[in-house]
């Protein structure tokens, strides 16, 4: 998925799609379509052809050994998610993990639990240094 030492950046129905595989993992476009559906309407062949898409970029594999194809993402969610907040960081933070870290949290509320998983997280960066 990478181009020019740059990965891939999806688009918003490619995202979304992206979000269903994550979620409930190995899906056929229906599975996927409906699933889409409970939040805003989209048409099957909308959601056939952004997939058939993304297998085409190499974001998707399909497996056809059934009647129903099974589309699964290339690369695991983590690896995805960070390449993706990787070119957000570079592309609007100028590069800074900190400014986008601190427009995070400075923009919503965090709440206590999630506040504590953000300061275990400090304390383990500093502790490996």
Known sequence: METKGRPHRHTDAEMEILQVLWKQGPATVREVNDE???????????TLKVMQIMVDKGSLRRDETGRAHVYVPTEPTETSKYAILADLIDRVFDGSAADLVLHAL???????EELAEIKALIRSLEAKK
């Open 106 to 112: 400075g923009g919503q509320k965090a709440s206590p």
């Open 36 to 46: 889409i559906g409970k939040s805003r309407p989209v048409g099957y062949t909308t």
